[in-house]
């Protein structure tokens, strides 16, 4: 059984987090699309104003995973809601139990801070991760269809 314990990421965690996304990316076959910098993680999550908040999950006292995530909101709840943006185990601690030991943590701090809901994305590709969410009883809202705007789209859609 592995010694798995979450804490709260802190400064000094920045590089690793920046290490843990740039491996996700790779993952998801994404990595050009990554333009966080060791600075803009910094600030996104640990400045004063940061609204999104990071989790390490370490295996005697390795890092092995991490998790990011924020408040969303609910009108029909008029409760906060809890959003995974990401949630990611390095390929070597896979199947030990820390993902699901994150997972769980997050929804135990999403009970404990009364939110409505504890919701994520996965790409629909990516079969382990769909069964191992479905293995703990989660279940895919397919009647939502998820838009985005960025970058210059996004931009010019600002500027009327």
């Known amino acids: ?75 029909w709840l008029a409760r906060n809601g809890l959003y995974l943006e990401d949630l990611y185990v390095t390929p070597e601690a896979r199947g030990r139990g820390a ?4 997972l769980q943590y997050l929804a135990r701090l999403a009970v404990d801070q009364g939110c ?14 769909i069964d191992f969410y479905e293995s703990v009883g989660a279940r895919p809202q397919s009647e939502w269809t998820t838009y985005r705007l960025a970058g210059d789209a996004l931009a010019r859609f600002a500027a009327g």
């Not at 802190?10 to 333009?35: G, H, N, Q, S, T």
């Not at 993902?99 to 994150?102: D, N, P, R, S, T």
């Not at 409505?116 to 991760?129: I, K």
């Open 1 to 75: 059984m592995p010694d798995l314990h979450i804490r709260t990421a802190e400064r000094a965690d920045v590089p690793l987090i920046l290490r843990f996304v740039r491996e996700l990316a790779i993952y998801e076959k994404a990595l050009d699309e990554v333009v966080a910098t060791e600075a803009t993680v910094e600030q996104s999550l640990f400045d004063d104003g940061a609204r999104a908040f990071a989790f390490i999950c370490e295996d005697a006292g390795d890092p092995v995973g991490f998790a990011v995530c924020f408040y969303s909101y609910s009108t």
């Open 99 to 102: 993902g699901k030991a994150l």
């Open 116 to 129: 409505g809901r504890f919701e994520w994305s996965v790409l629909d590709w990516n079969t382990p991760a």
